[in-house]
């Protein structure tokens, strides 16, 4: 008896250190503000063959640290973008103000729900280097979190988290 318990402990032991050589973790990536801005799958302990024309491959190290300071130049450059989003806490109208730059200018505004229902949008025509703005009826919204996203010409995203109370 104990002899079969060994051997079951023992196949137990090395079925997960076989699992756990290639496992897979699930990373994700937040803005300034703390919000959720990409969730991936991420391999463990995976060897990655490159093709034969790369001279040298990136280390783990060289590519992880290129991976942060890109994300970091990404999120500088959307937090340097003037728009605000008032009243926040919003009861009926979510005004959304913001000025466009030489550089970049918005393309376009949308709002969502928490559960990811878009129930605004708007293309920006006007690209003048001027402060706009936009308003953005909540008052047949229930109560909650909702998300306004800002996409700018140049790719660039700033996401603005607004609660929305009772009137």
């Known amino acids: 008896m104990k002899k079969h318990i060994l051997k079951a402990f023992l196949l137990c032991a090395l079925t997960l250190a076989f699992a756990k050589a290639n496992a897979q973790e699930l990373q994700f990536t937040y803005d300034g503000a703390g919000n ?11 060897t990655v063959i490159y093709p034969p024309s790369l001279a040298s491959a990136p280390t783990a ?13 990404n999120l500088k450059s959307a937090e340097n973008r003037p728009i605000t989003a008032y009243p926040n806490p919003v009861a009926q109208i979510l005004n959304v103000k913001w000025e466009n730059d030489k550089n ?53 995203q700033k996401i603005i988290k607004v609660i929305k109370i009772d009137k």
């Open 36 to 46: 959720q801005t990409e969730r991936k799958w991420v391999c463990v302990n995976c």
């Open 61 to 73: 190290d060289e590519a992880t640290q290129t991976n942060k300071t890109a994300n970091a130049d």
């Open 104 to 156: 970049y200018y918005l393309n376009r505004i949308e709002a969502y729900s928490s559960q990811g229902i878009t129930i605004y949008q708007k293309d920006i025509k006007n690209r003048e280097p001027l402060s706009q703005q936009a308003a953005i009826g909540f008052d047949k919204q229930m109560p909650g979190f909702y998300y306004v996203r800002a996409i700018y010409s140049d790719g660039q």
